[in-house]
C-alpha cells in the first residue's frame, strides 16, 4: 500500500501520460470498514485475530485514530462478508468506499502542512537560541554575528513555511479585501526588513525570532484546523453510498449486470429480494411487497401487485420483480427529492462563525493602530528608523497567534472528543450551531427507531401456534418473518414439523402440517382482518386465524437521548410520515407531546421552515430521502450512517455508530466548546491590553513580545485540552 | 570565544538532524495512527519478533 503511493508520487511521468486502457489481472481486493465502536489495545488485537482468522483474508491492520480496519484479501472476498464476522465478535461495522478512500491516504495538502510546520519549528528553536544569548548579554561583534546567522536561518525558513499565508493574503487582497493573512504577512515582512536593517546598522534589537516563532504557531493553529476538517469531511465521504451501483438489466442475450446510469426508459430491470429500486419503473411481471420507509417513513411493507408503479430507491422484500423503466437518472423520484434539497439550501441563512467576526473587528484594528503609531513616532522624533520599528513591533505583538490557535485548538479537542463517542463533525462551524439550538426534531422510521419489527404479543399465542409460526416464518426472509423467528427462537420454542413449506411472494409462506393448510402472511390472505398495526397472520387448517402483532424497535439510546434533550430544556418534536396511529404510539413512549404524522417531504421541510422563521433554532435528526429537505433547511442536522446518501451529504454531523445517546452529550460539548472559544478570545485580548501599550510606547523588546507571543499562545491551548 | 566557532556549527547541524529525523517520520507513515501505535505497544502480540 504505501509502496504504491510512494511509486505513484515518484513517478511523474505516471500520472502525466495519458491513462493507457489497463485490464489488470484479478486484484487482491482492498476492504475498508469503518469501525465506530473500537476503542482499546484489546480492541485492536480482537478485531485483527478475527479477520486474519477468516479464510481469504491475507492481512488486516485496524487504524484506532480513524476508527477502521484495512483489509488485504482474496478478489471474492467482499465486505458483506466480514461485517458478519465482526459483528459476532461484538463490533459493529460499516463498509467505506475504497476508492474514496485512495484520495485521502495520500493527503498531500496535510503533509505539505506539517513540512512548513516542521521547518518553521526547527529554525525557530535554532534562533531563538540565538536570541537568548543576545537578551542574556552578547554587545558588539557577538550580538551582530548572531543577528546575522538569525538573518541566514530565518529569511530561507520564512520563504518557505510562511508561503501559505503570502498566497491567502495576495488571493484577498487581489479582490481588494482584507483577511486576517494580511496583518499577518504584513508582520512578518515588516519584522524581517527592520531586523535585517537595525543588524545592518549594528542595531540592538532584532526580530527574527519573533518572525518565526509567528509563522510556528500559526502554521500550528492552520494544520489542526485543516485536520480536523479534511479527516471529517473524507470519513463522511467514504462511507459507502446506499444507492444501487448496478442493476441488472433483461436484455437479448439475457440477464446482463450494468451500470445504474446506462439505463434508459424502457429497459426491463430485474429486482432481486433485498435489492433496492434503481429507477421509477412500472411491474411487468412478479409479485412482492416493497419497503418504502427510507423514502416515505412507512414501516408497513406495501403489497406490490403486476402493474404497480415503483419508485427508485424502495426496497423490494420478498420475490423477483421485472420492473419495465419510465424514469431514469435525473427525473426518478429520488433526484427530484435532492432538488428540493437544493432549494431548502439555497434558503439556509449563512451562518457567520465566530473566528470570522472576531477577524471582522480584528485586521483594520491592527493596522490603524500600527499606522497610527507610525505616524505618531514620526512626528514625535522625526527618526524614520525608531517609528518603522515601533510599527514593527506593534504588529507582532498584535499579530494573531493565540486568535489563530483560539478556534482550532478548541475545535480539534471538541471534534476529537466527539469523535470517540462515534460523532462525525463534517461542517466546520456545525459545532457553534449545535450550541445555540433550543429546539430538537426527530423523523421516526429509521431514526428514532431502528427500522426492523419487533413481535409484541408472543404471549398471547398458543404453544402450538408458535412452533407452526416458527417453521413457516424460518422459511422466509420477509422482515416480519425474521422478527417472528428471532423472537420466538429467543424465548426457547422449537419449530413444529411443517412440510412442503413455499413462499408465495407477496402473500408470505404455506405449508402442510398434518394433512392441514397452514398458512402465515397477509391477512387477506390468510382471512384475517386488516388492521392498523403492522401485522402477520396465522391460519392453521379452517381454525379461525391469529395475529402476530409488531411494533418497531427503538434504536439503541433512542430513550435517553429524548430523556436527555427534555431534561435540558429543549422542545423535542417527532415529525414522520408514517401513520397517525404509530407515530401516536412511539410519541407517547418516548414521552414526546408535539408530534406531526403522515408529513410529505415537503411539509417537513416546510415545518422545519416555519420553526426558523418564528427564531428557533432547530436541530434536525433524520436518516430517510423525505427528511433530507428539512436537513438541509435546520440550523443543524445530524443523521445517522445508515441514513441513505442524500441524507448524510445534507447533514452537519454524522453519527457513526447505532446509538443516539452520544447526540445529547454532543450538544453539551458543543456548548462548552463555544464557551472555551469565547475564553480563548478574551485570553488573547487581554495580553493584547498588557503588551500593545508597552509597544506603542516603544517600550517593548523582543523578549517582551517574544514571551507575549508564547504565554498567549501556550495558555489558549492548554484552555482548548480542558475540553478533551 | 573561539568555542562560538564550534558551537554555533554544532547546534546547526543538530537542528538539521532533528528536521531531516521528522521529515523521515512524515514520509514513512508514522503519523498515520498516533493512538493505535500508543498502545499496540501494550500488547503482547509481536513481542519477540517483527510483524512480518
Avoid at chain 1, 439550501?345 to 472576531?358: F, M, N, V
Avoid at chain 1, 435540558?568 to 404524522?597: F, P, Y
Amino acid at each position: 500500500m504505501t509502496a504504491e503511493i510512494t511509486n505513484t508520487a515518484a513517478c511523474p511521468g505516471c500520472i502525466a501520460s495519458p491513462a493507457e486502457p489497463m485490464r489488470p489481472a484479478p486484484k487482491d481486493a482492498q476492504i475498508a470498514l469503518s469501525l465506530p465502536g473500537i476503542h482499546c489495545s484489546a480492541c485492536i488485537s480482537t478485531v485483527e485475530r478475527e479477520l486474519n482468522a477468516y479464510p481469504g483474508v491475507f492481512d488486516a491492520r485496524v487504524n484506532l485514530t480513524l476508527k477502521r480496519a484495512m483489509i488485504k484479501a482474496a478478489p471474492d472476498i467482499r465486505a458483506a462478508d466480514l461485517i458478519p464476522v465482526l459483528e459476532g465478535a461484538g463490533y459493529e461495522a460499516h463498509e467505506l468506499d475504497p476508492g474514496a478512500l485512495s484520495a485521502t491516504q495520500s493527503d498531500k495538502a496535510g503533509r505539505d502542512l506539517l513540512m512548513r510546520l516542521a521547518v518553521a519549528g526547527f529554525a525557530s528553536m535554532n534562533v531563538m537560541l540565538l536570541s537568548v544569548s543576545v537578551w542574556s548579554g552578547a554587545t558588539d561583534a557577538t550580538r551582530d554575528m548572531f543577528h546575522w546567522i538569525s538573518a541566514a536561518i530565518a529569511l530561507p525558513a520564512i520563504a518557505f513555511s510562511a508561503q501559505p499565508f503570502f498566497a491567502n493574503a495576495w488571493s484577498a487582497l487581489r479582490v481588494r479585501r482584507l483577511n486576517m493573512d494580511v496583518p499577518i504577512v504584513l508582520a512578518i515582512l515588516l519584522a524581517l526588513v527592520t531586523s535585517l536593517w537595525e543588524t545592518a546598522l549594528s542595531g540592538e534589537h532584532a526580530y527574527f525570532d519573533a518572525a518565526l516563532t509567528l509563522t510556528f504557531f500559526l502554521l500550528a493553529g492552520r494544520y489542526l484546523d485543516y485536520r480536523t476538517r479534511a479527516v471529517a469531511r473524507s470519513a463522511a465521504e467514504e462511507l459507502t453510498a446506499l444507492e444501487v451501483p448496478r442493476a441488472v438489466r433483461l436484455g437479448n442475450a439475457g440477464e446482463e449486470e450494468v451500470a445504474v446510469s446506462e439505463l434508459s426508459v424502457g429497459d426491463l430491470i430485474l429486482v432481486r429480494p433485498g435489492g433496492r429500486m434503481p429507477v421509477d419503473g412500472q411491474i411487468v411481471s412478479g409479485q412482492s411487497e416493497l419497503d418504502r420507509s427510507l423514502l416515505t417513513g412507512e414501516t408497513l411493507p406495501v403489497f406490490a401487485p403486476e402493474g404497480l408503479n415503483v419508485s427508485a430507491g424502495e426496497v423490494n422484500l420478498t420475490g423477483p420483480l421485472t420492473i419495465r423503466a419510465t424514469a431514469v437518472g435525473e427525473d426518478t423520484s429520488l433526484h427530484r427529492m435532492a432538488d428540493l434539497v437544493a432549494i431548502a439550501e439555497s434558503g439556509r441563512s449563512r451562518y457567520t462563525s465566530l473566528a470570522d467576526k472576531a477577524a471582522k473587528l480584528y485586521a483594520p484594528g491592527v493596522h490603524i493602530l500600527a499606522a497610527l503609531s507610525f505616524v505618531g513616532w514620526y512626528i514625535y522624533s522625526g527618526d524614520i528608523r525608531t517609528a518603522l520599528n515601533i510599527a514593527a513591533a506593534v504588529l507582532i505583538i498584535t499579530c494573531p497567534c493565540a486568535l489563530g490557535l483560539a478556534v482550532p485548538a478548541v475545535t480539534t479537542a471538541a471534534s476529537g472528543r466527539l469523535f470517540r463517542n462515534g460523532m462525525l463533525i463534517k461542517d466546520a462551524t456545525a459545532l457553534e450551531r449545535l450550541a445555540e439550538i433550543d429546539m430538537v426534531v426527530f423523523d421516526k422510521t429509521g431514526t428514532l427507531t431502528s427500522g426492523t419489527p419487533e413481535l409484541t404479543n408472543l404471549a398471547d399465542h398458543a404453544h402450538a401456534d408458535l412452533e407452526i409460526a416458527l417453521a413457516l416464518a424460518a422459511a422466509s426472509s420477509h422482515p416480519l418473518s425474521v422478527a417472528l423467528t428471532k423472537s420466538a427462537t429467543g424465548a426457547g420454542i422449537k419449530a413444529a414439523d411443517v412440510r412442503n413449506v413455499t413462499e408465495v411472494p407477496g402473500y408470505g409462506t404455506e405449508g402442510e402440517y398434518h394433512g392441514q393448510r397452514v398458512r402465515l402472511g397477509r391477512a387477506a390472505w390468510t382471512g384475517g382482518d386488516e388492521r392498523s398495526q403492522t401485522s402477520a397472520w396465522l391460519s392453521v387448517g379452517d381454525q379461525a386465524p391469529v395475529a402476530f402483532l409488531f411494533s418497531d424497535s427503538l434504536r439503541p439510546g433512542a430513550a435517553k437521548a429524548v430523556q436527555a434533550f427534555r431534561d435540558a430544556g429543549k422542545d423535542v418534536v417527532l415529525i414522520s410520515g408514517d401513520t397517525e396511529g404509530a407515530v401516536e404510539d412511539l410519541a407517547g413512549r418516548l414521552g414526546i407531546q408535539s408530534w406531526m404524522a403522515q408529513a410529505l417531504p415537503q411539509d417537513k421541510a416546510a415545518r422545519v421552515t416555519e420553526l426558523s422563521n418564528q427564531g428557533r433554532k432547530v436541530l434536525m435528526v433524520g436518516d430517510g430521502l423525505n427528511d433530507t429537505a428539512a436537513l438541509a433547511a435546520a440550523h443543524v442536522s445530524i443523521s445517522p450512517a445508515s441514513a441513505l446518501d442524500a441524507a448524510r451529504v445534507a447533514s452537519d454531523i454524522v453519527l457513526l455508530g447505532n446509538d443516539l445517546s452520544p447526540i445529547a452529550d454532543a450538544c453539551d460539548t458543543a456548548v462548552k466548546a463555544t464557551r472555551r472559544i469565547r475564553e480563548n478570545f478574551r485570553i488573547a485580548t487581554v495580553y493584547n491590553v498588557i503588551a500593545v501599550p508597552l509597544a506603542v510606547a516603544g517600550l517593548a523588546t523582543p523578549l517582551i513580545a517574544a514571551l507575549a507571543m508564547s504565554t498567549s499562545s501556550i495558555t489558549v491551548s492548554l484552555n482548548a485540552l480542558r475540553l478533551r | 570565544m573561539e568555542v562560538l566557532a564550534y558551537l554555533i556549527p554544532i547546534s546547526l547541524f543538530l537542528g538539521g538532524v532533528g528536521l531531516v529525523a521528522f521529515v523521515y517520520t512524515v514520509r514513512s507513515n508514522q503519523y498515520e495512527d498516533p493512538e493505535g501505535d500508543a498502545r499496540r505497544i501494550l500488547s503482547d502480540e509481536w513481542d519477540d519478533r517483527p510483524k512480518p
